[in-house]
């Protein structure tokens, strides 16, 4: 009995060794690896939220250009097709270019097929000299509403004198029909529609 005495002793530490390594080593363990694993997770979060916050902060440096950016696209392709402010447009750039502006006809305006805009295709009659007229077509390309010249024909203006089978010309002036597309971003343009009523104005 005395001889088996050591080793059921040491059978038992050994037991007592396992069950300790069970009961308290592996659960360690399994938290150290999961502590590691949400480490590793929480860092890499960090590191997508600075990301998100240097994009955010980017951003907010940029937000007054940006604003105005929007603003300036809104004015060149407003919600509603806005004849009374076209006609302004076309008066104040008739005037500059020393033209006058005497039939501004525009149609109903019409949704692009790209679905994303409508267009208002305007028949537009001036009379002026040459450089009068060439300075209005540049003063179309600056309107605050975004404005594109699809055709474009001059003839002879002013006033003629007949004598006989004679015909002669006594003005320089000149008379060009335009037709220019202008555009908003009412896609329900028209009478009635959603956000307002477009009707048009004709002969102006």
């Not at 002026?128 to 474009?152: H, I, M, Q």
């Not at 320089?172 to 529609?193: C, I, K, N, R």
């Amino acid at each position: 009995m005395n001889r088996r005495a050591p080793i059921l002793v040491g059978v038992a530490s050994v037991v007592l060794v396992v069950v300790a390594v069970f009961l308290l080593v592996l659960p360690k363990s399994a938290e150290i690896a999961k502590t590691e694993e949400d480490l590793v997770a929480a860092q890499q979060q960090e590191s997508s939220l600075r990301v998100q916050l240097a994009a955010l902060q980017e951003a907010q440096a940029e937000a007054p250009q940006t604003k105005r950016a929007i603003q300036r696209v809104e004015t060149q392709v407003p919600s509603t097709a806005d004849e009374p402010a076209l006609i302004r447009f076309l008066r104040d750039a008739a005037d500059r270019a020393a033209v006058d502006l005497f039939q501004f006809s525009p149609n109903a305006p019409a949704p692009d097929p790209s679905g994303q805009f409508s267009t208002i295709s305007t028949s537009v009659n001036v009379t002026g000299s040459y450089f009068a007229l060439d300075e209005f077509l540049f003063r179309l390309e600056s309107l605050p509403r975004a404005a594109k010249v699809t055709n474009v024909s001059v003839s002879p203006g002013g006033t003629t004198d007949t004598t006989g089978t004679s015909t002669t010309t006594t003005s320089s002036q000149l008379s060009m029909q335009l037709t220019v597309e202008f555009y908003t971003s009412d896609l329900s343009a028209g009478p009635g529609s959603v956000p307002g009523p477009t009707t048009s104005t004709t002969g102006a």
